[in-house]
């Protein structure tokens, strides 16, 4: 089988350079955004009769 692209063309043009790891940044998020993410406060829906959506 072929070696990958990037094998292949570090050993035509030389070594690879290595790949600096990239730092995340930690985004902190409070109580309520985190419920506005999941969806807490959000209405609900159901099928009624004759397929009609109602909020419950």
Known sequence: MNKPLKEQLANIYGKAQPEKPQERRR?????????DIMGINRPIYARAKGG?????
């Not at 009609?52 to 419950?56: F, P, T």
């Open 52 to 56: 009609a959506l109602r909020q419950r």
């Open 27 to 35: 985004e902190r998020l409070s109580e309520s955004e985190w419920k």
